[in-house]
């Protein structure tokens, strides 16, 4: 399983950077927490979400510090149900479209993610995370246009998001200058789109209170 620059050994921390930059994915789940108690707008389905998020950061700490076929899963499970779920939540929601597009929205994006899936080496498996860019981006889109509460956040985080997987990208081929690699960016970067992605929904939700 040694296919990140960090790692030089077999041991439980032999990935130290790459398991504790997964703090950002706690941290996130914890401010959308924060900020959705602050707005009144902490439904059932938005707690799964935030769970969902910090449980990303979670199975990534596994996968790095006990890097085998059940961790590996452990790692990428919770991203797909993330992003399933931030779609449905932001179409219906958000968008207040029907459960038909909701639901045509995420088999498009498990159709992507399943053909990318097939150019898993290329960009050091970069291309498997690019359809959840795409979501971030046509959600952006339809938020800057929609709405006017954190109109521009979405986009940003689209930003965020390709720089984030430039770095994923390039973390073998700087090992030689950089030991550490940049895995760990993807990481931190990785961490911040998933709070500013929650962040415009929390806000455009309407209050319980």
């Known amino acids: 399983m040694d296919v990140y620059c960090e790692r030089v050994g077999l041991g439980f921390f032999a990935e130290p950077l790459n398991a504790i930059s997964n703090i950002s994915f706690l941290i996130a789940a914890w401010l ?3 900020l959705a108690r602050r707005t009144g707008t902490p439904s059932g389905e938005l ?19 006990m890097p085998n076929s059940l961790t590996f899963w452990l790692d990428i499970i919770p991203i797909l149900l993330f992003i399933m779920a931030y779609i449905w939540l932001h179409t219906r929601r958000v ?14 994006f498990l159709l992507l993610t399943f053909v990318a899936i ?11 995370y690019t359809p959840g860019m795409i979501v971030v981006l046509v959600l952006g889109l339809f938020h800057a246009r929609e709405q ?3 109109r521009f956040t979405l986009l940003l985080a689209a ?5 984030a997987l430039f ?10 200058a950089v030991p550490i690699g940049t895995h760990f960016l993807w990481h931190l970067l990785i961490g911040s789109v998933t709070y500013l992605a929650m962040r415009p929904l929390i806000l455009a939700l309407p209050s319980r209170r």
């Not at 707690?47 to 790095?64: D, N, V």
């Open 95 to 108: 968008l207040r479209l029907g459960a038909e597009v909701a639901v045509l929205s995420i088999a498009g």
């Open 159 to 163: 930003g965020v998001y390709l720089a």
């Open 167 to 176: 770095f994923r990208t390039i973390d073998n081929e700087v090992c030689a």
């Open 32 to 34: 959308a927490w924060l």
């Open 47 to 65: 707690k799964m979400l935030i769970g969902l998020g910090a449980a990303t950061g979670i199975g990534s700490i596994l996968w790095h510090t």
């Open 118 to 128: 097939s150019y898993a080496q290329v960009f050091h498996g970069a291309v498997v």
């Open 148 to 150: 006017q509460i954190a």
